[in-house]
């Protein structure tokens, strides 16, 4: 068995080099936010309790690291601290142990001295919520954790409370070219989408798409809404991908809700479903037969899939009784699995694919959106309906269609008329605005968030 000690010792001289492959120059929006975080415990002794989670693989470990190196810059190195809790777990470790023995062999009173106090994996300490709750209520360690989409499901209410709780989403292209192309720019999505402001964004658009090539936007919508596209051979990002979804669906689905191995398989085939390029709305019906599996079931594993941000679903816009009847949308969070689960079954992209591809960005874009600005988001049932359709807290209604090539606005003049919707908007390949409907390229549109 290892001794405490020796590993705590050994976990400090190896941590700076383990973790400096992650400190790029370059860093995902969230760091700032984390940034100034630390600033604020650092400068006027503002501890906070702040818990990262999301899908595998959108780079919280990366930030993690990097505001690891940050903060060593602005304290005393041997005051910022870093666990990973699986490695923990496999030393037979708790973190209550690692940090007493670290804060003897290095002097260190936590409950009056500046501590940070950075947690990845959070989820393999056992009682994780309750040791939190007590570390943050007893002493004065600024701590970061993180976690799976699954951490926030199983906390403790006093917990809830007391932590600030940060999703981590895939990139948006906004942030996809900052980190390939060191192209910085705003946010114009409510300048643009809900107040026609647009001499700005024909600024942007011409700055961003002078120094872009198309593929640079094609290859977003493959692969580069996961940060470990930016690095690796797309054939590389699939495989990781689909490494990626299998510890999701037989570990951590598992941690939300007990399926046994023959759902689970079942719950692989249900996403190569879902991944159709041809298919859009799924009723639980028709996809229950199709699997051989109770429509009970089903609904509970596309529920926990939902939790686990793996997909979110988009219900037609109608009645509450309706909606529990009609066939829905359901959309990957990060687009690329399906392009992966695409590559798995030899699927050749092509515009048909793009398309597709491009409507989902759209409704992942709407869905940060909604989440951001408590909107909600549904699409119209009817044959001819509408993509979308963005609800405001005020019941305003803004109708949506997405296409690579579309010019007509027929069809979304008819779905404002249909829903009582004040304004309407085509996501093609144009930029004007005519009468209430608001025309902007695809392309343009991607910059937005």
Known sequence: MVQLNDYILNHIAKTPLILSRYNKERKRFDYSILKEKVDKYIENDKKELIILYGLRGLGKTTLLSQIYHYARLKIEPNKVLYFSMDELKLNDIKLFDALKAY???????????????????????????????NLYDTTNIFIIATGSSAVKLKESPDLARRALHKPIYPMTFREYIYLTKNIKIEGLFEDVILNNNLDEFKKVYAKVYSQILEEDVKKYLRIGSLPFALEDDELDVYEKIYTMLERIIYKDVREVREFDMETLDKAFKLLYLLANPKGERYSYESLANTLQIAKGTLINLIDVLEKCEL????YPYSSIDKKVRKSQKIKFLPVPIKTALWHKMGIVIDDICYGSLLEDVVAFYLYLFCKKKGYSLSYEPKKGGADFILLSPYMEKIVIEVGLNKKQSKQVSKSMERVKASKGIVI???????DNILHIPWKGFLLLI
């Open 103 to 133: 804060s003897e062999i290095f002097n260190i009173n936590p409950y009056k001295d500046k501590l940070i106090l950075l947690i990845d994996e959070i989820q393999y300490e056992k009682h994780w919520d309750l040791v939190l709750k």
């Open 428 to 434: 093609g390949n144009e930029l004007k605005v005519e």
């Open 311 to 314: 997909l979110f679903k988009i």
